[in-house]
């Protein structure tokens, strides 16, 4: 997605879920791809996830943006 982005110069993604002032950028993108890997390799440990949403245990923040996993996704 990042090289579609890149090669066409979009400036921003609307996701299904866009609110406000939540556009999808390169950097949005890949800072969350960055930090998906962290947590994947078991470099950043992720906090309780207030609810269990969709029954995932586990949660990391970014710059506005929250990634919710389960430990049984680390390596």
């Not at 979009?10 to 299904?16: E, Q, R, S, V």
């Not at 890997?37 to 949403?53: A, E, I, M, Q, R």
């Not at 943006?65 to 389960?70: A, L």
């Amino acid at each position: 997605m990042i090289s579609i982005i890149e090669e066409n110069k979009i400036k921003y993604l609307y996701t299904g879920h866009h609110n406000e002032n939540n556009m999808e950028t390169v950097h949005k993108i890949k800072d969350m791809l960055a930090l998906s890997k962290n947590v994947l390799s078991g470099n950043t440990k992720g906090d309780d996830n207030p609810g269990d949403t969709f029954g995932l245990k586990l949660a990391v923040e970014g710059n506005g943006y929250r990634i919710i996993y389960n430990e049984s996704a680390i390596k």
